[in-house]
């Protein structure tokens, strides 16, 4: 599978995805352990808004590789996960810090509001 990683160590240069990477619930404990900053869109694929946001979002993922793990998690597969995290309305941007839910997004949001969003947490506004 595209998205699994292995636990290992704290990811380091050379580790980070260079796009956002498909998850499945199973895989995102793991990747909130291994990478300091996370980002998770949460998705369904019949909903128009998580159809626009994806290029945005992709976007986003490949300018800031090895600043933040960008990942995405199908809402219709993975039914778990927007239970555990209360996403009601899709898409949901969830951002993860030291594996702590810190930031949720919801809904579509310019390119920009999205990037704020992820630099402030990172620490690089």
């Known amino acids: 599978m595209e998205g699994t990683l292995p ?3 704290k990811g380091k240069e050379g580790d980070w995805p260079e796009k956002a990477m498909d ?5 995102v404990d793991g990747v909130l352990h291994r990478f ?9 694929g019949w909903c128009k808004h998580s ?17 933040a793990y960008f990942g995405k998690v199908d809402a219709q597969v993975d039914y778990h996960f927007p239970v555990q995290y209360r ?3 899709t898409p ?3 951002i993860f810090k030291k594996g ?4 949720r997004l919801i809904g579509e949001l310019s390119r920009e509001d ?12």
Do not use: N
């Not at 300091?36 to 369904?44: G, K, N, P, S």
């Not at 702590?100 to 930031?103: E, K, M």
């Open 7 to 9: 636990q290992a160590e």
């Open 23 to 27: 998850l499945s619930e199973v895989d």
């Open 36 to 44: 300091d900053l996370v980002v998770i869109d949460c998705w369904v």
């Open 51 to 67: 159809k626009r946001m994806l290029p945005i979002y992709e976007g986003l993922a490949a300018d800031m590789a090895g600043k």
């Open 87 to 89: 996403i009601r309305a």
């Open 92 to 94: 949901t941007f969830l």
């Open 100 to 103: 702590v839910l810190v930031d």
């Open 114 to 125: 999205l990037e704020h969003a992820v630099r402030r947490h990172r620490g690089l506004l």
